[in-house]
């Protein structure tokens, strides 16, 4: 089977020489990962579940774009949503546009390292702010942790935390 002119035309191998050095803070996320996830609901109980994840390069290396699905392939998907990163030099951080069309859920953040972790802060389509941190981020697992509020006043509150392992496919 090959590729569609679509697929070969949106995929890359890399981020061009002149824009590697910017695009470090997510290129080590290329690849692919399995993910056990943990959802805290309003009530206080948790609900598990198993996922994967891709990374890969796109639009001639200019952006990074991932493939969340829970659970894992093949049961019907409960989570199908994809997130493209992408490095603005003039603000020194990485717009992050985040959709899920299965869920019809959708933000836009802001991405920016805050000392060893990785911080998107931004808005959800329900109105409410959120806040995505890579944590524990190592060559073949991290900690997500997906956090929402309000407003300001507000504390966070976690919603979501993915703990990642890196496969071999």
């Given at each position: 089977m090959t590729l569609s002119p679509f697929l070969t035309a949106?995929?890359?191998?890399?981020?061009?020489a002149d824009r590697a050095k910017d695009m470090n803070l997510y290129a080590w996320l290329v690849g692919s990962w399995e993910v056990k996830t943990v959802r805290h609901l309003d009530d206080g109980t948790t609900q598990k579940s198993d996922g994967e994840i891709h990374f890969g390069w796109v639009l001639?290396?200019?952006?990074?774009?991932?493939?969340?699905?829970?659970?894992k392939r093949p049961a019907p998907s409960t989570m199908y949503g994809t997130t493209l990163r992408i490095f603005d030099a003039g603000i020194g951080a990485w717009h992050i546009i985040w959709a899920d069309p299965l869920n019809q859920d959708f933000s836009r953040q802001i991405g920016r390292s805050e000392g060893e972790d990785i911080v998107q802060i931004?808005?959800?389509?329900?109105?409410l702010q959120t806040r995505w941190r890579f944590t524990e981020i190592t060559a073949n697992s991290f900690h997500w942790i997906?956090?929402?509020?309000?407003?300001?006043?507000?504390p966070w509150q976690i919603t979501y935390e993915h703990f990642?392992?890196?496969?071999?496919?």
């Open positions: 949106l995929g890359s191998a890399g981020p061009p001639e290396g200019r952006a990074i774009q991932d493939i969340w699905i829970r659970p931004g808005d959800d389509s329900r109105g997906g956090e929402e509020r309000s407003s300001e006043s507000d990642a392992r890196r496969t071999n496919s």
